[in-house]
């Protein structure tokens, strides 16, 4: 099959990878993909977000597939468009979309399909802002209704700074979600949907925040490990059961089937597996750590569900070794990134046992060199016996990388293959001594509130 993947990122570049170890693939595009996914494939520079640009472009090609990548352009009705044209498309239309476009939305979806989630509000202004957060109480949970780059939400015990959180998203024409704090680490996993039937990847857990030790504002991610040996067992089968296929079944009862990967970011809490929140796409960095484990090639898997026909399609494989992706940022991120930087090393990095680099933010500058063009950079990923081992390589290979100025974070994974990553036990309610150890970014700064909070 010849294959269009549309995105500009890390993602989009592990993505491709995937795919042309598919001996089912005998053509890969990219629009407009980046510096790095330019050596593998052709490259198309187009308005990924138009989605009568993007169709034409998969006409002009003849593809049998179009993946979507970015959450922008699904919200856009680019997956409607090239649907339309009669190609098949891995990714939901606009309105199955909003489940990303509006935590509102989404939260009404998961009350109608009995999802377990935090408890929440929408607020419009100030004063209802101030109501729900004196509701909930500390620490407050602030999230921006619409899309942010997974940039929107503060997490804060100072309520003045929930506030002014939620003042900037009503200055910018939109709406917040105030949720209750939810206790526990976080969990990422990645659901196949063609509209009826679900599959799960493996799960995975991401870094949020800029600085080691959950430290700093949020970002889209700083690095990411799978597999995630500490959650309890049955998880998968549980999120199954009582979050993705309730939402799958919700979506078509309303007419707006789901085709494409659910993202469910879950808190497992004293009280059990919480939803944090839904995406409607692959999540950055965790592809790069699943996709890296991935032996069920990954074309056909996604051809069959934009056929609606996962049910038929072969079971998944998986290969027995960790993957950590460790983030390459550039200087100054998330507030104002420096871009234009010249990117040395790429090559002994890639050429190291058990690493190889993703691209997310680069480009050719007119020389032909790789140089910076986004915040975060490149993502680094090794593969090892174990999550040591995995880390060892990744953090060899980002030794080898110079870009000025750049910034990473030195702790990924290092809990988790530390084996100090704890879990609430819901049947009793009670939280370990450290509630949050090894919790993910969010989380982390969470847990410190709820300490000082309950002292």
Not at 342 to 371: M, P, Q, S, Y
Not at 403 to 409: D, V
Request: glycine share 10%.
């Amino acid at each position: 099959m010849k294959v269009l993947v549309i995105g500009p990122g890390g993602r989009e570049h592990a993505i491709v990878r995937s795919l042309l170890r598919d001996p089912n693939v005998s053509e890969v595009h990219a629009a407009p993909g980046n510096a790095g996914i330019g050596r593998l494939v052709p490259t198309h520079d187009i308005d990924a977000n138009e989605p009568a640009v993007v169709t034409a472009l998969a006409t002009k090609l003849g593809v049998d597939l179009v993946i979507v990548g970015p959450e922008a352009p699904l919200a856009a009705g680019v997956a409607d468009a090239v649907r339309d044209a009669g190609i098949a498309v891995f990714g939901p239309g606009k309105d199955a979309a909003q489940l990303e476009a509006s935590k509102a939305f989404a939260k009404q979806v998961m009350a109608e399909a009995g999802v377990p989630t935090a408890m929440a509000r929408v607020a419009s202004n100030a004063a209802e802002a101030e109501d729900a957060l004196d509701t909930f109480g500390a620490p407050y949970v602030v999230k921006d209704d619409g899309l942010a780059a997974g940039k929107g939400v503060v997490v804060t015990s100072d309520r003045d700074e929930a506030l002014a959180h939620a003042q900037t998203c009503f200055d910018a024409g939109g709406d917040v979600v105030i949720e209750e704090f939810l206790d526990g680490p976080e969990v990422s996993l990645f659901v196949l949907c063609d509209g009826r039937t679900v599959v799960p990847l493996a799960p995975a857990q991401d870094f949020k925040r800029i600085f080691d030790g959950g430290q700093g504002p949020n970002t889209g991610g700083m690095g990411a490990y799978s597999p995630v040996d500490w959650a309890p067992a049955g998880l998968v089968d549980e999120v199954i059961a009582r979050v993705a296929q309730p939402t799958v079944d919700e979506m078509a009862h309303r007419g707006t089937p789901f085709i494409g990967v659910l993202y469910c970011g879950l808190a497992l809490t004293s009280r059990g597996t919480r939803v944090i929140e839904f995406n409607v796409r692959f999540g950055d960095p965790e592809t790069q750590v699943v996709l890296a484990r991935l032996r069920t090639p990954l074309g056909r898997l996604l051809l069959a569900a934009a056929k609606g026909a996962l049910d038929e399609a072969e079971d998944l494989r998986w290969a027995p070794e960790s993957a950590v992706a460790v983030v390459v940022a550039s200087e100054n991120y998330p507030d104002a990134p420096r871009t234009g930087q010249r990117i040395r090393g790429l090559r002994k990095a890639n050429a190291l046992e058990g690493v190889h680099v993703l691209h997310a933010g680069t480009r050719l500058d007119d020389d032909g060199k790789t140089v910076s063009a986004g915040g975060r950079v490149l993502a680094v990923v090794g593969m090892g016996l174990d999550l040591e081992e995995a880390r060892e390589r990744a953090y060899d290979g980002v030794a080898l990388i110079h870009l000025h100025g750049s910034q990473h974070r030195r702790d990924i994974a290092a809990k988790a293959a530390r084996g100090e990553i704890s879990v609430p036990n819901p049947r009793t309610g009670a939280l370990p001594a450290v509630s949050a150890t090894g919790a993910t970014e969010a989380t982390e700064a969470e847990a410190a509130g709820v300490r000082t909070a309950r002292a």
